[in-house]
């Protein structure tokens, strides 16, 4: 069966740090084997169907051919054997910007719902007519200071998905602040930029009705936006 692996550069595999036999000239790449019984996040050849992909954004994008034995867990599939097919092209560092970038407007869409709501207009305002990310963020955070409870944390939700898109901490609000360890690559980026702005539909969704349950039904909602946008850019 054919589906989908997400690996670090140069076919690497992110918590294996096996790197993958690349596809050759005149068809796909070697056959990779697993010993012993399948056990998710353990044994076995990892892979995902397109449903799953947003659970394991990395910086490139494979299909996968799954043989043998094949088992399907609640966000993967564990197979004894797979090769890689061919690399999806349209999964570029790029790509994957333009993805947390589209995940930090969609923040802020989230930040004018709720201002609407208590009638902060005038914040709301200036955050639709911020025209990019960073003047987004200095709008968000003003409007951060002057909201309370889940207003305000939404409006301090899109600043963090722009500090985030832009490879930095969430709290880092200040442009000048100095960045610390190894930057994130941009797959990296993209992956922690959609959670986080799942995160923040789920408690969007929580402020509108009132409600905690509706967390899962905000997040669920954000994530199959989400996973539209990905699937549509990669042709899948």
Same mark, same amino acid.
């Given at each position: ?163 985030? /898109? ?21 797959? /990296? ?8 702005? /799942? ?38």
């Amino acid at each position: 069966m054919t589906a989908y692996k997400f690996l670090a550069a140069g076919g690497t595999g992110r918590f294996s740090d096996f790197r993958w036999p690349a596809p050759r000239d005149d068809g796909p790449g070697e056959w990779v084997e697993a010993s012993g019984p399948l056990e998710d996040c353990r044994r076995g050849v990892h892979a995902c169907a397109p449903e799953h992909l947003l659970d394991w954004i990395d910086d490139e994008l494979w299909a996968i051919e799954l043989a043998g034995d094949v088992t399907e867990g609640e966000s993967m599939l564990v197979a004894e054997r797979g090769r890689l097919v061919e690399r999806v092209e349209a999964w570029d560092g790029e790509a994957a910007q333009a993805f947390a970038d589209a995940c930090a407007w969609r923040a802020r869409d989230l930040a004018i719902a709720a201002l609407r709501r208590v009638r902060l207009t005038e914040a709301a305002a200036d955050l639709v007519a911020s025209v990019e990310l960073r003047r987004m963020q200095e709008t968000a955070v003003r409007a951060h200071a002057q909201a309370d409870g889940s207003v305000g944390e939404l409006s301090g939700f899109a600043a963090d998905a722009v500090a985030l /898109a832009e490879g930095k901490r969430p709290e880092m609000w200040d442009a000048e602040a100095p960045r610390t360890g190894t930057p994130p690559t941009r797959g /990296a980026i993209a992956a922690n930029v959609g959670f986080v702005v /799942a995160h923040a539909a789920g408690r969007g969704a929580v402020a509108e009705t009132g409600r905690e349950e509706a967390y899962a039904d905000g997040f669920a909602a954000e994530r199959a936006r989400q996973l539209a946008w990905l699937r549509d850019r990669c042709g899948i």
